[in-house]
């Protein structure tokens, strides 16, 4: 039995079938964005595509998730900042995915100036909760990520370590966010259900190994 077939029968459903986009679309459109490519097994945002007249943009999963376990993995450019949001609500009048969806940061810590602020490095709960301990490498190297959530409980793996533990919506999650970019954002970590997405900032990235289980 090959890997796919086992992992499908475990529960595991592939968000990416490695040769197209099909399953995402770019957020608040219904078209898949030209500067995402499937590249040789990997989801590629080639932002060079981009001054070519290749529409950008965070692309989004067509499906909703609730409870959920995500697992990927990434690989970013050197400089380069990306990011997996989670929950997010494609309601027009939320303009971005981060208006409602929470972050695990994607980065390249050694030469992305984010990497200086505090929760703003890679594996970090973005802005809200830094990672307990840097398991990221370097650039040019695959990453294995993965995002639990189920019930309010989230945690965040990167390379097989739990980084980030936490509780969505209850007081202290209220107050994480009220002390944070997102406090004038009032659908922001609110949404129990929502879709994937993946981040346009503006820098190539690849992701790849795309698998999310219900739970």
């Not at 592939?14 to 097994?41: C, E, M, Q, R």
């Amino acid at each position: 039995m090959n890997t796919e077939v086992a992992g499908q029968k475990a529960g595991w459903v592939p968000l990416f079938d490695g040769k197209t986009t099909s399953g995402w679309h770019i957020y608040g459109k219904t078209v898949t964005s030209s500067a995402w490519k499937a590249d040789n097994g990997t989801l590629h945002l080639d932002p060079a595509a981009k001054k070519q007249g290749a529409e950008g943009g965070d692309i989004v999963t067509d499906q909703e998730f609730e409870n959920f376990h995500l697992k990927l993995e990434w690989k970013i450019s050197k400089n380069g900042n990306s990011g997996i949001i989670f929950l997010v609500n494609e309601d027009p009048k939320y303009q971005s995915t981060y208006n409602t969806g929470p972050e695990m940061q994607v980065l390249d810590n050694d030469g992305h100036p984010d990497a200086k602020i505090h929760k703003h490095r890679a594996g970090d709960l973005y802005d809200l909760i830094a990672s307990s301990k840097e398991t990221v490498k370097p650039v040019g190297e695959w990453n294995k990520a993965e995002i639990v959530c189920i019930k309010g409980k989230l945690d965040f793996f990167l390379n097989g370590t739990k980084v980030v533990s936490t509780t969505l919506w209850d007081d202290n999650w209220n107050k994480l966010v009220a002390g944070s970019k997102f406090a004038s954002m009032p659908g922001f970590g609110t949404f129990r259900s929502g879709k994937i997405a993946l981040q346009d900032h503006g820098d190539e990235v690849w992701y790849r190994n795309i698998m999310i289980k219900k739970l």
